[in-house]
């Protein structure tokens, strides 16, 4: 009998698992989507509102800007009032964001770009809290990888479908077609997640869960490290993201679409790394270890960079490929050591206090790397100096490694 109940039992976390994950990268493709579906129509929005497309550029820096502040609070919201309800305010926000971009007036817009920030900045500490309630150890890295997978294929999913939709519909259409999405999200949240765990603790204030949650990050070594990393990595991940194409044509003499080639592989090549290296953190049984290895490709990879000009075609697309596998696939192997090192019963709240560092370095890192190019007037020195990001991360996930679990 005692069997049996225990096969049941582990049926049910099976069960209870794969719905979970099921719902937390339907989420993650669909939030991704909302952040980047103005940048796949930008040039015929920018034409209907009378600006630069390059105005787009700072739509996306405000979304980040209030991830980090909603990111902030957000480990505090999911022990009010449950992951569930969390990942439903963050649809919601998403579905208003739609909403408030395609009535094409400014403000309006602005008010839309920050409800997108505020629900993407809730999104990860909710998933993780879901996640780690029914996720084993010895799965942790591969399911964390296998939700952050959402991200990269919500950019490959806004790239072709708002670009396509906006040539029929026209971009208004496109845009009010999108809050389908999130709203089918929230329903089948409510369908598969309608009995949500009691939640225990209940921080008194904003205030004083971000500050409880922030003690923890700085007093715990791993956490710590691993805050850093989240920033580092963030700040390279969106650096090769936004110059590969602008590099591969202006330092080495792409044609656009062959460049848009490579740079769409390289999402891919981001998209299959985060399970890929999620798979090996589990197989070696170290998350530090692979973080660090992640650290060392992709810093090799950016200093190799210096010397885009003078390299072969084929190891100019091969290298930026392989860095859309290593600095693009690095971040489901991080929230699941976040996971694993933050108390029990606070994965949410630790997870939300690590990723405002990552957001800073999202924030942070492109119009570093422009500032460089603006000093130097050659991307290969901005990827030489961003390398060192790489090396760093090494080093410190190595120690951290090899410090007594």
Request: charged fraction near 10%; hydrophobic fraction near 55%; include cysteine.
């Amino acid at each position: 009998m005692s069997d049996a109940t225990a096969g049941g039992s582990r049926v049910s976390r099976a069960s209870s698992l794969y719905q979970t994950l099921a719902a937390a990268t339907l989420i993650q493709i669909v939030a991704t989507a909302a952040v980047l579906a103005l940048t796949a129509i930008a040039p015929e929005v920018a034409r209907d509102l009378g600006i630069g497309s390059h105005w787009i550029g700072y739509q996306i820096s405000l979304i980040y800007a209030a991830g980090v502040f909603s990111s902030a609070v957000a480990g505090t919201l999911v022990q009010r009032f449950g992951p569930v309800k969390i990942e439903q305010m963050a649809l919601i926000c998403f579905t208003l964001g739609f909403a408030g971009i395609a009535t094409a007036i400014i403000p309006l817009i602005v008010m839309a770009s920050l409800l997108i920030g505020i629900g993407y900045g809730l999104n990860n500490p909710a998933a993780s809290e879901m996640l780690s309630r029914v996720t084993p150890n010895h799965k942790r890295n591969i399911v964390f990888s296998l939700k952050q997978s959402g991200v990269p294929l919500g950019g490959i999913l806004a790239s072709f479908a708002f670009p396509f939709l906006s040539g029929h519909l026209g971009w208004h259409s496109a845009l009010l077609v999108g809050m389908a999405a999130p709203l089918l999200a929230f329903g089948l949240l409510a369908l598969t997640h309608a009995a949500e765990p009691v939640v225990i603790r209940k921080p008194s204030s904003l205030r004083k869960g971000f500050i409880d949650e922030q003690s923890i990050i700085w007093t715990n070594r791993k956490l710590r490290m691993l805050s850093g990393l989240g920033f580092v990595y963030s700040a390279m991940q969106l650096s090769v993201s936004a110059f590969a194409v602008v590099a591969l044509v202006h330092d080495a003499g792409w044609s656009l679409m062959s460049a848009g080639t490579v740079a769409a592989v390289m999402q891919f090549g981001g998209a299959f790394g985060r399970v890929f290296w999620g798979a090996v953190a589990d197989r070696i049984g170290g998350g530090f270890l692979t973080l660090g290895l992640l650290g060392l490709v992709s810093g090799t990879g950016f200093a190799a960079l210096y010397w885009l000009p003078v390299l072969p075609t084929f190891l100019q697309a091969g290298i930026f490929i392989v860095l859309g596998f290593v600095s693009i696939g690095w971040n489901g192997v991080l929230l699941a050591e976040v996971a694993h090192n933050a108390p029990e019963s606070r994965v949410g709240a630790i997870t939300g206090a690590a990723l405002v560092y990552t957001f800073i370095g999202v924030i942070v890192g492109p119009s570093s790397f422009a500032a460089i190019y603006s000093l130097a007037g050659q991307y290969g020195v901005s990827f030489l100096v961003f390398s060192l990001f790489g090396f760093a991360g090494t080093v410190g996930a190595w120690r951290m490694h090899l410090e007594k679990r």
